[in-house]
């Protein structure tokens, strides 16, 4: 039994060292698209999935360490993600982020 443990930790090991290397790449390409981003909506695309990038990147350090502790920064992760591509959405519909109505 503790020969297929073995073998399942060094599986899981490698796997995670393959995935982070794929995320590290994206990575790369994405800042990549963000600097040289033809239009401001690619450029936000591409800070939105640099957000996605780092929660699986977070995910996969709580995999290798064993430890629940860090799915509280993936959502803290998700939850500015998701705020930053409101923000973002609203100021290319209009223009500007905080309407201010003098009325």
Known sequence: MENLLDI???ILK???????????LSLI??????????TNPDR????DT????????????????STPY??????LIG?????GTLATAKYVEKGVII?????
Do not use: Q, W
């Open 70 to 75: 860090l799915n509280d920064i993936v959502l």
């Open 14 to 24: 490698y796997t995670i060292l393959i995935c982070s290397i794929g995320i590290a």
């Open 8 to 10: 399942t930790n060094e």
């Open 44 to 47: 936000a695309v591409g800070l």
């Open 29 to 38: 390409l994405l800042f990549y698209r963000v600097i040289k981003g033809p």
């Open 79 to 83: 939850i500015l993600g998701f705020l």
């Open 50 to 65: 640099i957000g996605i990038n780092l929660m699986a990147l977070t995910g996969l350090i709580a995999i290798y360490l």
């Open 99 to 103: 309407d201010r109505d003098l009325d």
